[in-house]
């Protein structure tokens, strides 16, 4: 896996036993599930209006803010990036509608 993707991981599972007053992630930690949800799909908007702007560099910045809330979601359900990176790997060479179509339902 990425080293950084790797470190972020890390530092994710380190703010689990920080106070909320002190780390930003840990406080999303303690507002919960709902809150981190949010905050995903307040950058999801961000980064496709990024894209509809055409400005690569603040698409680039939301979406770094993106997948950094998305990773944060993965630590607080116990998973880590090796996971998506697993299921990446597994369908690399699967058409995309082949491996729709094989999905469970």
Not at 2 to 16: C, G, H
Request: aromatic residues 6%.
């Amino acid at each position: 896996m990425n080293d950084t993707l790797s470190q972020l991981a890390e530092v994710l599972e380190q703010r689990k036993q920080q106070t909320a007053d002190k780390s930003y992630v840990a406080s999303l930690y303690s507002k919960g599930l709902d809150t981190i949800l949010k905050k995903i799909g307040e950058e999801a908007t961000e980064t496709v209006i990024a894209a509809k702007g055409d400005d690569k560099s603040q698409i680039v910045y939301e979406m770094a803010d993106l997948w950094f809330h998305c990773m944060v979601l993965l630590a607080q359900q116990e998973l880590h990036p090796d996971d998506v990176l697993a299921e990446l790997q597994r369908r690399f060479g699967l058409s995309g509608l082949e491996e729709k179509a094989g999905r469970k339902s």
